[in-house]
């Protein structure tokens, strides 16, 4: 049963609600911003199995994933809370001039600031780590901004029972009320909530079209503010000629596990992959074949997400000197994905955008070349990707230069030897790449810079000690590291 819509009235409260909190909110210090994340945590991991039971329901996804993924949610709570009290996302930034007597004068001193109420769109495919309280909040949180979640339709009563959590935990530590709201809707309320003047900033995940059409609705503003979305990618993994000739079997095993990891549900999943046409390529693709074939169908999220694949897979299989090399044996029943592994030579592949596109769920295109001339060419006619690996031997990376270069321009994270899927949580991790996999290249939505997506830069001039914020004062009573006279230390100024 559908949830009840957030009306226009409703949206109008709950937005001068948050623009009201967030005045309050934006001054907390950075240790009371922290222990709520904290505390969120901590009641997150309390909800015990009644709350995964109910994503379970809702998902199809397995009661084990959901557990971990529960787990990864409250790491990622804590993890940033971390970061927002350790300060390093602000930036803080001192050149302080000096008077006769050599002692410094306030001079100009920069830091970060939060921008306002940030509306987050909750995710399909991941109903905790990217939905109601996961990464964008999260991040939203530590900045100082206010969060209104848009429920995702998909697991509607999960994303209830989480956002519950999130508002009982801010009342027990007394926060100011519009900190966080929960809504429902459809594409109307997505467009009005984008829209609506006390909206700072965006934070998508899913679809190209979701993405795009949220991006539109914030530039058609008299003021257009920033949406941070990811839209899906299809992550080529380019396998070389020394490694397909020397791990074919290894090679075949991983990949035939990432491509069906999850049905095929991750924005990393390998969707392409490129090699050059020889005898170890057709033993690859025969061992990996063989390997597809045994893999049993999965139930798909939702029957949205099934009927796209199965239409997307199908225009996919249809298009001009495509084959398709292997499908599983065992029938898909129900909403089950059927793991499929297709092939095209590279010329029609360059010609045909359509099979650039990402096909999602467990499907993944071979993309056979004539020589390294021809994968470079490959290389240069793929868009922006959130991934892209290389299965490589030294020598492979030693007599490929070019490619590996023309690879690094098209993705936020390069792999080397490794499959896409998996997205680890910790500061060097960046999860964004060029358009269009994302709206902005510069920004992560997993890691702790993430939060840095939410705040704006603000420069102090000449003004004196006491009337700067705690993070710019001489004393830096937060003990935060800041650049001073392009210096990094803690040191105070004296």
């Known amino acids: 049963m559908m949830e009840a819509e957030t009306t226009t009235k409703d949206i109008d409260k709950v937005m001068n609600n948050a623009w009201k909190a967030f005045h309050e909110y934006r001054k907390l210090p950075l240790k009371k911003r922290a222990d709520f994340m904290r505390a969120m945590a901590v009641a997150l991991e309390e ?47 001192i050149d302080t001039k000096h008077d006769e007597n050599n002692k410094p004068l306030p001079g100009l001193r920069k830091m970060q600031v939060p921008l306002g109420p940030v509306v987050v769109f909750g995710a399909s495919n991941f109903p905790f780590a990217y939905s109601t309280a996961g ?13 209104i979640v848009k429920a995702h339709p998909a697991h509607a009563k999960t994303s209830d029972w989480v956002a519950d959590i999130i508002l009982q935990t801010a009342r027990i530590l007394n926060l100011p009320d519009g900190i966080f709201t929960h809504v429902h809707g459809g594409n109307e309320t997505g467009k009005q909530l984008v829209q609506h003047p006390y909206t700072k900033a965006v934070g998508f995940t899913g679809s190209f079209a979701g993405g795009m059409a949220l991006y ?10 920033p949406v941070f979305a990811e839209m899906g990618s299809v992550n080529p993994v380019f396998i070389l000629p020394g490694k397909i000739r020397e791990d074919a079997e290894t090679l075949a095993k991983n990949m035939a596990v990432s491509i069906t990891l999850g049905s ?8 392409l992959m490129i090699a050059i046409k020889s005898e170890e390529l057709d033993r690859f693709m025969s061992l990996l074949g063989e390997q597809i074939r045994l893999t049993e169908p999965a139930t798909m999220l939702h029957p949205g997400i099934y009927n796209s694949y199965v239409e997307k897979r199908e225009i996919a299989l249809s298009q001009a000197k495509v084959e398709t090399v292997a499908v599983a044996e065992h029938d898909a029943l129900g909403n ?11 010329a029609a592949f360059i010609q045909n955008n359509l099979l ?22 490959v290389a240069l006619s793929i868009e922006g990707q959130l991934t892209a690996s290389v299965m490589a031997t030294e020598n492979d990376l030693h007599e490929n230069v070019l490619l590996i270069e023309s690879i690094k321009n098209i993705c936020g994270r390069l792999v080397l030897n490794g499959v896409p899927t998996g997205v680890e949580v910790c500061q060097a991790m960046h999860h964004g790449g060029p358009f269009p996999a994302t709206t902005d290249s510069r920004f992560t939505s997993v890691g702790a810079d993430g939060i840095k997506r939410f705040s704006r830069p603000i420069c102090f001039q000449n003004w004196s000690n006491d009337f700067l914020p705690e993070e710019l004062k001489n004393e830096n009573p937060l003990h ?9 230390t803690k040191d105070p100024l004296i």
């Open 480 to 488: 935060i590291y800041r650049t001073v006279n392009n210096v990094l």
């Open 264 to 271: 095929g549900q991750f924005c990393t999943n390998p969707g």
């Open 47 to 93: 909800g015990g199995d009644t709350l995964l039971e109910i994503a379970v329901s809702e998902t199809n996804l397995p009661l084990a994933r959901l557990r971990n993924e529960r787990t990864r949610t409250a790491f990622q709570l804590t993890s940033y809370a971390d970061a927002c009290e350790r300060g390093n996302w602000l930036e803080a930034t």
């Open 135 to 147: 990464g964008d909040t999260a991040c939203a949180l530590a900045a100082g901004c206010p969060v």
């Open 216 to 225: 539109n609705f914030a530039n058609q503003r008299k003021d257009p503010i």
């Open 336 to 346: 089950q994905g059927t793991p499929t592994i297709a092939s095209v030579d590279a």
């Open 356 to 377: 650039h596109k990402e096909v999602f769920g467990p499907y993944s295109l071979m993309i056979q070349c004539d020589n390294l001339e021809q994968m470079q060419a």
